[in-house]
């Protein structure tokens, strides 16, 4: 279907299967034609690659991922969108659709019986209301994935591509720059989707590390101290760290000390490898 990228063309389908649009599910279509055409480009749609799909809405993405990649697995929740996509996508044989919750998925079983021996990229327009849960999924499950390009919120964009030791960082920019390296690609406005949303968006893409920092002892505990410095992100860290973890305050200033930081230092003013070393200092002292 050639022209699924015109709003008359999408109205018209939408109105013929009675579709109406799901808040709670962040459906907000794309229907800027030269939007998916990019993110496929820079999101690694092309011959002799995978594409994992998250969220297809009518596949106005889908299929300019189908016209470049060798295949397109895209898990979409919404089963109102079944008979949607069996017509839109009607002419895209590569493609195979999973009507799914993402979140409930088993990606590394997904990917080895439909991926097992080609190079796969994710890529979509994300649901906002989960999209930090979606990127730690895809991220934590350790799939053999070599990217993620993703349209997301403007303000989540900016705080997962932060670098460590700037005013934006958080939690989850530390998190997302220890299995990957985050690149902010593009702007999108409002105006590009149906219906508008309140806010803008950003195309961002996540190169995955072949090797997360081999230094860190124990990850679990790096993710938990990571999140609990950021916990009051204004506040000196080792105030945080010592409630949420239940570690004496002593014990927390010492290690501070002890890796070279000063005492009133916050959670924002960090590089990776303090977060490592403080991880690794702390760790072995909760554990006894
Ligand atoms: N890709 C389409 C586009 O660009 O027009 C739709 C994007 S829309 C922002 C997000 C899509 O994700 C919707 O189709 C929604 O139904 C779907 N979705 C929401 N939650 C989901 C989940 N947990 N698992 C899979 N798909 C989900």
Redesign the pocket.
């Known amino acids: 279907m050639d022209k699924l990228s015109n709003i008359g063309t999408i109205k018209e389908i939408l109105t013929r299967h009675g579709f109406s649009f799901?808040k709670t599910?962040?459906?907000?279509?794309?229907i800027n034609p030269s939007v998916c055409p990019r993110i496929a480009e820079l999101g690694n749609a092309a011959p002799g690659w995978g594409i994992l799909e998250?969220?297809?809405?009518i596949g106005?993405?889908t299929v300019e991922l189908s016209k470049r990649a060798d295949k397109v697995v895209a898990?979409?929740?919404?089963t109102r969108?079944m008979p949607v996509l069996a017509e839109t996508l009607q002419e895209c044989n590569n493609v195979k659709i999973i009507n799914q919750?993402?979140?409930q998925v088993d990606l590394q079983q997904l990917l080895r019986e439909e991926f097992p021996d080609q190079p796969v990229a994710v890529c979509a327009?994300?649901?906002y209301y989960?999209t930090s849960p979606i990127l730690m999924h895809l991220l934590e499950s350790r799939l053999p994935i070599r990217s993620i390009t993703v349209m997301v919120q403007k303000e989540a964009a900016e705080r997962i591509c932060a670098l460590p030791g700037t005013r934006s960082v958080g939690a989850i920019s530390i998190a997302v720059r220890y299995f990957s390296e985050p690149k902010l690609l593009f702007h999108v406005s409002r105006g590009s989707f149906m219906p508008s949303p309140n806010v803008d968006s950003c195309v961002i893409r996540l190169d995955i590390r072949e090797q997360t920092p081999a230094d860190v002892q124990d990850e679990t505990f790096f993710f938990q101290l990571v999140r609990a410095a950021f916990s009051q992100r204004r506040k000196t860290l080792i105030n945080p760290v010592s409630a949420v973890l239940q570690l004496p305050k002593q014990q927390v200033a010492d290690a501070v000390a002890a890796a070279g930081l000063k005492p009133t230092v916050r959670a924002e003013e960090l590089q990776m490898e303090q977060f490592i070393a403080l991880s690794n200092l702390l760790g072995p002292q909760r554990a006894t």
């Open positions: 799901s599910l962040g459906q907000n279509f794309l998250i969220g297809t809405g106005v993405l898990v979409e929740i919404d969108l919750d993402i979140l327009n994300l649901p989960i």
